[in-house]
């Protein structure tokens, strides 16, 4: 019985843990990297065909983004989810592979147009994206699930996102069980539509976050409400927009929750009846999945607006934007608005023309309101960088850049410590993951110093004993090198292209002996002619 660790270790995105139980083969998670990586990720320890569960805390794509990925390269095997989370992954993960598809072509068209005849591949692309879609298994909360002899599974809310779960996996090899916890992203307290994070009462390994586990958001409740009063009515006044790159999928929700009391109750004075401009397709799908969920994910604020006949999230003078054309239109008029757009960190979308169109006028507000990334286009705006190239155009940002302070979905290092206090006795050992290299450190000895835990903080390629207690490898930090300009592009198209053909490969299964041998052959082939 072993855990090893694979993503998202002294690092914040790209989450994945490896669980072999009974010679089964089993992630938690299998999420995308976002922005810079400090750290070399390892890779799966067997081939994906060979994987037969996935465990899905949540939706967002740094746990779920490569779950098409894993398809394309032949697992066909059946993903654990929640019923919203079920949900959300059947648009998310199809906005991903459209955003995958889109940037291969968006280079292969630059390289046409420079003479280069290399291709880029796409990382994967629809047909992975709907293939593993099909192998979603919605959950209910609260319900133990056998999924296999020897592996037995219950989620309970955590309050992240919409469906978020931590996971509970009882799992028993040669008459033993030991019981782990995976935290998943533990949600702030406090925040709207969602419940608060439920309490795990017992569990011999724990696998938790530390995003925030360096700091406390606030002494106090933000005022969110006030503080946005303040920025919409001061860049109003200034004949300006507030532009808000949010995440389409929790935080997009949340704005409208709050713009919606905001208007209702009239608080921004001369502006009244300010336009809210929602600009992202997939921010508009999943606003309709938060409703048809609300009954058994919303909390009861949100649940007693809707036994009163309001929605929460919907009101006069919400706009949303499905076409480019609409989307390109909301810059040609003059009326001061909100426009929320994702992408959150700024990296991809429609977010980016918007920037474009107002970050150099000094009477706008660009408003963060979640977490930016290290290397992300918002990680730099947020840190106070004074031009930035968007579209091969140098932007100057004379707006002004506001930042909603304990905005946030992820727990404090106060909510992370609650959380575990949660838990009737102390574990065998607590395993910190998902944060930046120093949280992750000094939430660890914070876990041994002051609260007694066996607490370690792994890196990617650690493996642990379940039954023993004892670590099989206890992996050393590989950091990146940045590789000579030109060498790694050309190699990550080789990747790239091998990857295509292991698809191709499993594509082709069913197929006439005789046509699958002549392939085989000419693959052979190849081989041989480059292992010279």
Same mark, same amino acid.
């Given at each position: 019985?072993?855990?090893?660790?694979?993503?998202?270790?002294?690092?914040?995105?790209?989450?994945?843990?490896?669980?072999?139980?009974?010679?089964?083969?089993?992630?938690?998670?299998?999420?995308?990297?976002?922005?810079?990586?400090?750290?070399?990720?390892?890779?799966?320890?067997?081939?994906?065909?060979?994987?037969?569960?996935?465990?899905?805390?949540?939706?967002?794509?740094?746990?779920?983004?490569?779950?098409?990925?894993?398809?394309?390269?032949?697992?066909?095997?059946?993903?654990?989810?929640?019923?919203?989370?079920?949900?959300?992954?059947?648009?998310?993960?199809?906005?991903?592979?459209?955003?995958?598809?889109?940037?291969?072509?968006? $280079?292969?068209? /630059? %390289?046409?147009?420079? &003479?280069?005849?290399?291709?880029? #591949?796409?990382? *994967?692309?629809?047909?992975?994206?709907?293939?593993?879609?099909?192998?979603?298994?919605?959950?209910?909360?609260?319900?133990?699930?056998?999924?296999?002899?020897?592996?037995?599974?219950?989620?309970?809310?955590?309050?992240?996102?919409?469906?978020?779960?931590?996971?509970?996996?009882?799992?028993?090899?040669?008459?033993?069980?030991?019981?782990?916890?995976?935290?998943?992203?533990?949600?702030?307290?406090?925040?709207?539509?969602? $419940?608060?994070? /439920? %309490?795990?009462?017992? &569990?011999?390994?724990?696998?938790? #976050?530390?995003? *925030?586990?360096?700091?406390?958001?606030?002494?106090?409740?933000?005022?969110?409400?006030?503080?946005?009063?303040?920025?919409?009515?001061?860049?109003?006044?200034?004949?300006?927009?507030?532009?808000?790159?949010?995440?389409?999928?929790?935080?997009?929700?949340?704005?409208?929750?709050?713009?919606?009391?905001?208007?209702?109750?009239?608080?921004?004075?001369?502006?009244?009846?300010?336009?809210?401009?929602?600009?992202?397709?997939?921010?508009?799908?999943?606003?309709?999945?938060?409703?048809?969920?609300?009954?058994?994910?919303?909390?009861?604020?949100?649940?007693?607006?809707?036994?009163?006949?309001?929605?929460?999230?919907?009101?006069?003078?919400?706009?949303?934007?499905?076409?480019?054309?609409?989307?390109?239109?909301?810059?040609?008029?003059?009326?001061?608005?909100?426009?929320?757009?994702?992408?959150?960190?700024?990296?991809?979308?429609?977010?980016?023309?918007?920037?474009?169109?107002?970050?150099?006028?000094?009477?706008?507000?660009?408003?963060?309101?979640?977490?930016?990334?290290?290397?992300?286009?918002?990680?730099?705006?947020?840190?106070?960088?004074?031009?930035?190239?968007?579209?091969?155009?140098?932007?100057?940002?004379?707006?002004?850049?506001?930042?909603?302070?304990?905005?946030?979905?992820?727990?404090?290092?106060?909510?992370?410590?609650?959380?575990?206090?949660?838990?009737?006795?102390?574990?065998?050992?607590?395993?910190?993951?998902?944060?930046?290299?120093?949280?992750?450190?000094?939430?660890?000895?914070?876990?041994?110093?002051?609260?007694?835990?066996?607490?370690?903080?792994?890196?990617?390629?650690?493996?642990?004993?379940?039954?023993?207690?004892?670590?099989?490898?206890?992996?050393?930090?590989?950091?990146?090198?940045?590789?000579?300009?030109?060498?790694?592009?050309?190699?990550?198209?080789?990747?790239?292209?091998?990857?295509?053909?292991?698809?191709?490969?499993?594509?082709?299964?069913?197929?006439?002996?005789?046509?699958?041998?002549?392939?085989?052959?000419?693959?052979?082939?190849?081989?041989?002619?480059?292992?010279?």
């Amino acid at each position: 019985m072993e855990l090893m660790f694979i993503g998202a270790d002294h690092e914040v995105t790209g989450s994945c843990h490896y669980l072999c139980v009974n010679d089964k083969n089993i992630l938690v998670d299998y999420g995308m990297e976002q922005g810079t990586q400090t750290f070399e990720t390892c890779g799966l320890p067997v081939e994906p065909p060979l994987i037969d569960y996935v465990f899905l805390t949540h939706a967002h794509i740094d746990h779920s983004g490569l779950l098409p990925y894993l398809y394309a390269r032949g697992f066909r095997g059946s993903v654990y989810a929640t019923d919203a989370t079920a949900d959300l992954c059947s648009i998310m993960l199809r906005d991903s592979a459209h955003i995958q598809m889109q940037e291969a072509e968006w $280079k292969n068209r /630059k %390289a046409k147009r420079s &003479a280069e005849n290399a291709q880029i #591949e796409p990382l *994967y692309r629809m047909e992975d994206a709907d293939g593993v879609i099909r192998r979603l298994i919605p959950c209910e909360y609260d319900k133990k699930i056998e999924v296999c002899e020897g592996v037995v599974i219950r989620f309970t809310d955590i309050g992240h996102l919409l469906g978020s779960a931590s996971i509970e996996i009882w799992a028993t090899e040669s008459s033993v069980t030991k019981k782990l916890v995976f935290s998943g992203d533990i949600g702030n307290l406090n925040q709207p539509l969602i $419940k608060d994070p /439920k %309490a795990t009462k017992e &569990a011999d390994y724990i696998i938790m #976050e530390s995003t *925030y586990g360096d700091r406390n958001h606030s002494d106090k409740k933000p005022d969110y409400i006030g503080e946005l009063v303040r920025i919409l009515k001061t860049t109003f006044d200034k004949g300006g927009n507030v532009v808000i790159p949010s995440f389409a999928v929790g935080r997009t929700q949340e704005m409208l929750y709050f713009l919606r009391q905001i208007k209702e109750e009239r608080l921004i004075t001369g502006h009244e009846d300010f336009p809210v401009y929602v600009d992202s397709p997939l921010a508009v799908e999943a606003t309709g999945i938060f409703q048809r969920n609300s009954v058994e994910c919303f909390d009861e604020e949100a649940m007693a607006l809707l036994n009163q006949g309001i929605n929460p999230i919907m009101f006069p003078g919400l706009y949303l934007a499905i076409t480019s054309d609409e989307s390109r239109q909301i810059n040609f008029e003059n009326t001061p608005k909100v426009i929320i757009s994702a992408s959150g960190m700024c990296e991809a979308g429609r977010v980016r023309h918007h920037l474009k169109h107002n970050l150099w006028r000094p009477e706008c507000t660009i408003l963060f309101v979640g977490y930016q990334a290290v290397g992300t286009l918002g990680r730099a705006i947020v840190e106070g960088v004074k031009e930035v190239k968007l579209f091969g155009e140098r932007i100057e940002i004379r707006a002004r850049i506001e930042k909603l302070i304990g905005m946030s979905g992820h727990a404090d290092k106060a909510g992370l410590l609650s959380w575990l206090s949660g838990f009737s006795e102390k574990p065998e050992r607590v395993f910190v993951v998902h944060g930046e290299d120093g949280i992750c450190k000094l939430f660890t000895e914070c876990l041994k110093i002051e609260h007694g835990l066996r607490a370690y903080a792994p890196y990617s390629g650690t493996r642990f004993d379940l039954l023993t207690g004892e670590f099989i490898h206890e992996a050393e930090p590989v950091v990146l090198k940045k590789k000579a300009h030109g060498i790694s592009d050309v190699f990550a198209r080789l990747v790239a292209a091998g990857q295509r053909l292991v698809a191709v490969i499993y594509k082709n299964e069913g197929n006439a002996n005789k046509d699958l041998a002549r392939f085989a052959d000419q693959i052979n082939a190849l081989c041989d002619k480059y292992d010279r």
